[in-house]
């Protein structure tokens, strides 16, 4: 197989001195901590990054609420779009550059990570330029204390929320960041942003991008390091308005636990454990390759896979030696390798932690159905694995892996309470899917399962106009769509007596 050079380009970025960006200036960091880049595929150190201290961060927040507070507040919404849009095509422009970064430090196919940078990114930021000329509050028909409706003009005005502190994970770089950054510049806030530790490279040249598209100093600030101090730092942090955050259930509760102090807003964009239904009259052609890719885009990484397969008694047999012929063709690889479709996991840690979940489902009884072939040696590699004979109550049922790893479980075609007490059973509650040609039957099931969203005959069908989140310990909010924009607002109502009458 041939494994693809990275670009001269990339290279020399990698060698380079990785510095903050506060207030429109590139400074080092000042903490003692240094984090050291690893690509996953080769368990090489590629870069190292010197963290922030409480100082870096200190600036950062002063830095956004200057510019909060000067010119970024009095720009005309239009210029702000037209900032926007630059960035868009920049990020377009600079595409395979930087999806070769994704691919160094995250692990995921070139040809994914292109995809996003081309695709999915610049539409999201377009999206969100979009709206910022035409998002503003109501005029309402309302008469307050008893008076006369002539005497009354009330109104609301949608104002940016401030400071925003955005802390995102390291699953999908590029999209995180992004999604972060339109809706809350589209809004007229400011941002400090903190990517996670293992992916800092993407989001230090997506910051490049943002200075060079002209956005005021101070607008957007990167701050590197880890969670305990820079992440907690920001949750805590006096000088924020709000937390966006991107991560898992754990580290969402204590971040819901610093920024109670003095009760900044907060949302939360948390794990999952989505449910993918297929019945019996499903057309098995689409079903059966969309379950693979449901479960094991991004080698599992994905808050939204589709990790728990129910799949009707009539058919489960025919289906999982469908699905097992289909998962043959995940080959897993270096990213960097043409055909691979599943690339390492994150790092060593999350590779034995996904080995014990697949030990332990083993030992507590489910079948290993299938386990595809994986690179031996070097590189945080995990093969494919399916579990069929799997109960509701076992680990692999009910907690979020984080890797390629799909758990079955059968229903029976009379009994849909049964099979959405177990769909709903986990305390998770981000995504799902219903597949069947009896649209009755996908809209009674698809309005029962607890979710933030569930596709018919699709999975994850995420679009920068499709609101995206969580119930339960899945989330706080909204992103995507208008409502992804609204938790960036606050909403003033003024009431103006303009009569005589009261
Ligand atoms: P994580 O929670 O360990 O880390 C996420 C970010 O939080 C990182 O930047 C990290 O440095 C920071 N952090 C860690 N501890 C912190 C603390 N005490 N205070 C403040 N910040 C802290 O998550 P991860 O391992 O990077 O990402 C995987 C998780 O993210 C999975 O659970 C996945 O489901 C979830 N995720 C959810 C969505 C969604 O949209 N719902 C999308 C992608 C990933």
């Given at each position: 197989?041939?494994?693809?050079?990275?670009?001269?380009?990339?290279?020399?970025?990698?060698?380079?001195?990785?510095?903050?960006?506060?207030?429109?200036k590139?400074?080092?960091?000042?903490?003692?901590?240094i984090?050291?880049?690893?690509?996953?595929?080769?368990?090489?150190?590629?870069?190292?990054?010197?963290?922030?201290?409480?100082?870096?961060?200190?600036?950062?927040?002063s830095?956004?609420?200057?510019?909060?507070?000067?010119?970024w507040?009095?720009?005309?919404?239009?210029?702000?779009?037209?900032?926007?849009?630059?960035l868009?095509?920049l990020?377009?422009?600079?595409?395979?550059?930087?999806?070769?970064?994704?691919?160094?430090?995250?692990?995921m196919?070139?040809?994914?990570a292109?995809?996003?940078?081309?695709?999915?990114?610049?539409?999201?930021?377009?999206?969100?330029?979009g709206?910022?000329?035409?998002?503003?509050?109501?005029?309402?028909?309302?008469?307050?204390?008893?008076?006369?409706a002539?005497?009354?003009?009330?109104f609301?005005?949608?104002q940016?929320?401030?400071?925003?502190?955005?802390?995102?994970?390291?699953?999908s770089?590029?999209?995180?960041?992004t999604l972060?950054?339109?809706?809350?510049?589209?809004a007229?806030?400011?941002?400090?942003?903190?990517?996670?530790?293992?992916?800092?490279?993407?989001?230090?040249?997506f910051?490049?991008?943002?200075?060079?598209?002209?956005?005021?100093?101070?607008?957007?600030?990167?701050?590197?390091?880890?969670?305990d101090?820079?992440?907690?730092?920001?949750?805590?942090?006096p000088?924020i308005?709000?937390v966006?955050?991107?991560?898992?259930?754990?580290?969402?509760k204590?971040?819901?636990r610093?920024?109670?102090?003095?009760?900044?807003?907060?949302?939360?964009?948390l794990?999952?454990?989505?449910?993918?239904?297929?019945?019996?009259?499903?057309?098995?052609d689409?079903?059966?390759?969309?379950?693979?890719?449901?479960?094991?885009?991004?080698?599992?990484?994905?808050?939204?896979?589709?990790?728990?397969?129910f799949?009707?008694?009539?058919?489960?047999?025919?289906?999982?030696?469908?699905?097992?012929?289909?998962?043959?063709?995940?080959?897993?690889g270096?990213?960097?390798q043409?055909?691979?479709?599943?690339?390492?996991?994150?790092?060593?840690?999350?590779?034995?932690?996904?080995?014990?979940?697949?030990?332990?489902?083993?030992?507590?009884?489910?079948t290993?159905?299938?386990?595809?072939d994986?690179?031996?040696g070097?590189?945080?590699?995990?093969?494919?694995?399916?579990?069929?004979?799997?109960?509701?109550?076992?680990?692999?049922?009910?907690?979020e892996?984080?890797?390629?790893?799909?758990?079955?479980q059968?229903?029976?075609?009379?009994?849909?309470?049964?099979?959405?007490?177990?769909?709903?059973?986990?305390?998770?509650?981000l995504?799902?899917?219903v597949?069947?040609?009896?649209?009755?039957?996908?809209?009674?099931?698809?309005?029962?399962?607890?979710s933030?969203?569930v596709?018919?005959?699709?999975?994850?069908?995420?679009?920068?106009?499709?609101?995206?989140?969580?119930?339960?310990q899945?989330?706080?909010g909204?992103?995507?769509?208008?409502?992804?924009?609204?938790?960036?607002?606050?909403?003033?109502?003024?009431?103006?007596?303009?009569?005589?009458?009261?």
């Amino acid at each position: 197989m041939h494994l693809k050079p990275f670009s001269e380009v990339t290279l020399n970025f990698l060698a380079r001195d990785h510095k903050l960006f506060i207030g429109g200036k590139w400074r080092p960091g000042q903490s003692d901590r240094i984090i050291g880049v690893e690509n996953p595929a080769r368990e090489e150190i590629v870069a190292h990054v010197r963290a922030a201290s409480a100082d870096d961060l200190d600036a950062a927040v002063s830095a956004a609420r200057a510019a909060l507070d000067g010119p970024w507040s009095r720009m005309p919404p239009a210029e702000r779009a037209r900032l926007l849009f630059r960035l868009a095509d920049l990020m377009e422009r600079h595409a395979i550059k930087l999806a070769e970064l994704s691919t160094i430090e995250n692990g995921m196919p070139l040809w994914m990570a292109h995809a996003k940078m081309e695709g999915f990114c610049p539409e999201l930021i377009r999206y969100y330029a979009g709206w910022t000329t035409k998002y503003g509050g109501d005029t309402l028909p309302a008469v307050p204390i008893r008076g006369e409706a002539d005497d009354w003009t009330v109104f609301t005005l949608k104002q940016p929320v401030g400071v925003v502190g955005a802390i995102i994970p390291w699953n999908s770089p590029a999209a995180m960041i992004t999604l972060k950054t339109a809706p809350a510049l589209a809004a007229g806030c400011t941002l400090v942003m903190k990517p996670a530790e293992l992916t800092p490279l993407l989001a230090t040249r997506f910051t490049e991008l943002i200075e060079e598209a002209g956005f005021p100093s101070g607008v957007f600030n990167l701050v590197q390091g880890y969670g305990d101090d820079i992440g907690s730092g920001i949750a805590s942090h006096p000088g924020i308005d709000k937390v966006a955050f991107t991560g898992s259930t754990e580290v969402g509760k204590a971040i819901v636990r610093a920024a109670s102090n003095d009760l900044k807003k907060v949302s939360l964009e948390l794990g999952g454990k989505s449910p993918f239904i297929v019945c019996a009259d499903a057309d098995i052609d689409k079903a059966v390759p969309g379950a693979a890719a449901a479960c094991f885009f991004l080698s599992g990484q994905n808050c939204m896979a589709g990790t728990r397969l129910f799949v009707e008694e009539s058919i489960a047999d025919e289906f999982l030696s469908g699905l097992v012929e289909v998962s043959k063709n995940y080959v897993v690889g270096d990213g960097m390798q043409e055909g691979t479709l599943i690339g390492p996991v994150i790092s060593g840690k999350q590779r034995e932690r996904i080995r014990a979940f697949v030990l332990e489902a083993e030992e507590s009884g489910a079948t290993k159905l299938f386990e595809g072939d994986c690179p031996d040696g070097t590189g945080h590699f995990v093969a494919p694995t399916i579990f069929s004979d799997v109960a509701a109550d076992m680990r692999i049922a009910r907690e979020e892996v984080f890797g390629p790893v799909l758990a079955v479980q059968r229903f029976a075609q009379n009994d849909e309470a049964e099979l959405l007490a177990r769909v709903n059973g986990t305390h998770f509650a981000l995504s799902g899917s219903v597949w069947t040609r009896d649209i009755s039957r996908a809209l009674r099931l698809a309005k029962k399962i607890d979710s933030g969203q569930v596709g018919i005959n699709a999975h994850a069908a995420i679009s920068p106009e499709t609101p995206f989140g969580g119930n339960r310990q899945s989330g706080w909010g909204r992103e995507f769509g208008r409502e992804g924009l609204d938790a960036y607002f606050k909403t003033k109502a003024i009431s103006m007596n303009l009569g005589p009458h009261t």
